[in-house]
């Protein structure tokens, strides 16, 4: 993880203010922090000592069942938070948070800021507004297995978690996201490849055709 300081974090407060949030200023107290690609930013079952609001990149939300099985159960995008659920209860376990791509967050310490953000109601509806449209799409996503095809749902799969192009996450992660067998699962990706919308190169897949990606892909968008 680095830190931006002077210089560099003055232009990210600018470029990505976050005023319009909280009816108090919180840029005393507020940090930096970028992440590379699979880095953690927070690891599952530690507390975390920040409220993060994602400025730029993607993060991934993994949890570990009590078989040992670990899953991808969601997607954290710009503009996001991380550690809501925290925030909000004394009591949670937490979930694995990955970095996907290099990821930018400002870092709110919650020693400093908890009292006044549980106090704040301009930050209490957003936050509410976050809450409510995470949950319609993790609601969207149970049904989205049912409705759409395969090609679909892998399409928007590989959208969100290519990183400069590049698409390689492990199959039996995206099966199980997915609800998809092995076989299946690389019967599309070849059919991606055959298409030319990717090309593959070892493990990674070059994406090719992001607008056929996105044409497949924009279907879930206007369920």
Known sequence: MKFYRADKQQ???QKHSIA????????EYMEIHEYERDEWIIKEGTRPDFLFFVVEGKAK???THQNGKVSLINFINANEFIGEMELLHDVYY???IQ??????????????????LMEDAKFLRELTRFLSVKATQMAMKYTQSLAFSL????ADFI??????????????TVC??????????????TQFTVKQYLQKEGRKYHIKQYDALRELSHVLKNK
């Open 11 to 13: 232009l990210y407060l």
């Open 20 to 27: 319009h949030l909280f009816s108090f200023s919180v840029e």
């Open 61 to 63: 939300i993994y949890i």
């Open 94 to 96: 937490t979930k694995g």
């Open 99 to 116: 970095a996907s791509t290099k990821t930018v967050c400002f870092a709110l310490p919650m020693r400093y800021y908890r009292k006044q």
């Open 151 to 154: 090609e679909n749902r892998l």
């Open 159 to 172: 959208l969100q978690t290519a990183d400069n192009g590049v698409y390689k996450e492990k199959h039996v």
């Open 176 to 189: 199980d996201y997915l609800g998809v067998s092995y076989r299946h699962l690389l019967h599309v990706l």
